[in-house]
């Protein structure tokens, strides 16, 4: 009984050791900005998809997480440099970020990209097509023979389409699809690339600890169906695990 | 924040806007001007500070600090303030962590810099990851704070230079002949008599000051510029119990409205102090008061 006793204080002792040393509490980086996936809701606080993943992941991985905001622009920077340990925020797996950070396994697979643009003849092959800076959709139109102009914000590029700056916008289908809905001025277009690895949540390359346990809860998620529940909630795609 | 709000859908416009206005996210926006304020506050006496150490530094009568005065005037009055910020503000918060890594664990073995990260151990992180955001948040801030005072610092102490060489050398003549030493006539003479000099160019830098506020966006801070683009965007009613279209040029007018007036209050003060500084100098303003009287 007493060798049971020192053994259980020896480990509670360790294991809160271990916990502390490695990560007491984990800032989970997101944009905000971009809904479903994550954006500010009335109450002032990180709402959608990725909140509800990010909290159930937290849970099963058993982390104490809190959330930050931060531009897009910046969000890998301010990864690699400390401000936070991961990047939640809809960011596809693609090889040139892979050079930088490190990914877990993909929450969601690879959804077909859009073309919303202010009328049907829109010219969506060879016009100026708007999209926001470093995501996969701008590095896409680049190859193309389509004029990419790009902005910071998803917003404005939606924006750029409304006032004619842009004759159509790339985004993902999910982000795209409740705008169409409510805006009878405009209307999907053209073809629909499927662009992308799929998206995965982004851990800094020196912490595979940390991606090791997110990676075993997304799977967890995966197994038990509550990932798809999660995906089908929010309309994030239409592949399903 | 109203009871009737609690359905929004069925609502009069007035009684719409009045709940729009008061969500717990407009909410922010409305805290973020007081961030804006109290940066101000804070900012302006500490480069005050920084500007009138500079200009002491770029007066004195050993070379190295003058040398260390006039080169911290002319480096930051010649860089952009953007690259300023967005180089400072990382480079001080390394440079502390690094600092803190070294005296924590000295017993860490790994490199700090791995490739593109930066690591340094748990305890030396400034602030630490346990810390609630509003730690973060406050820690930002005052990074702000220092850079903007730092900044500006240099502006003041180039006007305040200025201001020292103004002040007229038979007054600083007179007190020699009275036999006050440097230092008596530095704090009975110069000090008080530069500050009529310096006043349009303090002035002038304070507007200036009111017009960079929105910077503090650059820096990861969320203040007025990031909640009026924020609740600007477009919002559909699926993630909002109060959808709207793109409204950030209203947004944008009203911060348009906010730093005029805020810049006229501002001039007002500015002119009135100046009315009171001038009163009995010999300097234009001072002898036109001798003239008509008062």
């Excluded at chain 1, 797996?93 to 969601?108: C, G, L, M, P, Q």
């Excluded at chain 2, 600090?65 to 009055?77: A, D, M, P």
Aim: hydrophobic fraction near 45%.
């Amino acid at each position: 009984m007493k060798k049971l006793i020192i053994g259980a204080v020896i480990w509670g002792l360790t294991a809160g050791l271990s916990l502390a040393d490695s990560h007491s509490v984990i800032r989970m980086g997101t944009e905000g900005a971009y809904p479903p996936w994550n954006f500010v809701d009335d109450n002032g606080e990180i709402a959608g998809f990725e909140r509800e993943l990010g909290d159930e992941l937290c849970k099963r991985a058993e982390l104490k997480c809190e959330w930050v905001k931060n531009d897009w622009d910046s969000i890998i920077p301010n990864l690699v440099s400390g401000n936070y340990d991961t990047i939640i925020a809809g960011m596809s797996i693609t090889d040139a970020r892979k050079e930088k950070i490190d990914f877990t396994t993909n929450y969601v697979m690879s959804d077909p990209s859009y073309y919303l643009a202010a009328s049907e003849d829109a010219d969506w092959k060879t016009g100026v097509i708007a999209a926001q800076s470093n995501t996969i959709q701008a590095a896409f139109i680049a190859e193309t023979g389509a004029t990419l102009v790009e902005f910071a914000t998803p917003e404005e590029t939606i924006s750029a389409v409304r006032n004619g700056e842009a004759d159509a916008v790339l985004a993902d289908s999910s982000y795209l699809k409740p705008i169409e809905a409510e805006d009878p001025g405009l209307m999907f277009v053209g073809d629909k690339p499927i662009i992308g690895g799929g998206v995965g949540m982004g851990i800094r390359k020196s912490d595979a600890d940390l991606r090791n346990k997110f990676t075993a809860a997304i799977d967890s998620m995966k197994g038990d169906g509550t990932l798809n529940a999660l995906i089908k909630k929010y309309e994030i795609s239409e592949q399903m695990f | 924040m109203f009871e009737f709000c609690a359905n929004p859908e069925n609502l009069s416009e007035f009684s719409w806007l009045s709940c729009y206005l008061t969500t717990p996210k407009h909410m922010n926006l409305f805290y973020s001007v007081g961030t804006v304020l109290l940066l101000l506050l804070l900012t302006a006496p500490t480069a005050l500070l920084f500007g009138f150490g500079g200009a002491v530094m770029a007066r004195s009568k050993i070379l190295l600090i003058r040398l260390i005065g006039n080169g911290y005037i002319s480096i930051v009055r010649g860089v952009p303030d953007i690259a300023f910020f967005l180089f400072f503000v990382i480079a001080i918060d390394q440079f502390l962590e690094w600092t803190r890594h070294k005296i924590f664990c000295p017993e860490w073995s790994e490199p700090i810099r791995q490739g593109n990260d930066f690591v340094v151990c748990t305890i030396a992180k400034l602030p630490l990851n346990s810390s609630p955001q509003w730690i973060h948040e406050i820690y930002g801030f005052l990074l702000a704070v220092f850079t903007f005072a730092i900044v500006f610092g240099a502006f003041a102490a180039n006007v305040l230079y200025g201001a020292m060489r103004a002040v007229p050398k038979a007054q600083i003549e007179t007190a020699v002949s009275f036999g006050m030493t440097d230092r008596q006539v530095f704090r009975r003479i110069l000090v008080p008599q530069m500050w009529i000099f310096a006043l349009p160019g303090l002035g002038n830098l304070w507007m200036i000051l009111i017009k960079a506020t929105p910077l503090l966006f650059l820096l990861g801070v969320e203040d007025i510029v990031y909640w009026a683009r924020e609740l600007g965007g477009t919002k559909t009613a699926k993630f909002t119990s109060y959808p709207h279209g793109d409204w950030r040029v209203w947004y944008f007018l009203g911060l348009l409205v906010f730093y005029l007036a805020f810049t006229r209050i501002s001039e007002a003060i500015i002119d009135t102090l100046m009315k009171t500084l001038s009163h009995g100098t010999d300097t234009l303003g001072g002898n036109l008061q001798r003239q008509v009287g008062r």
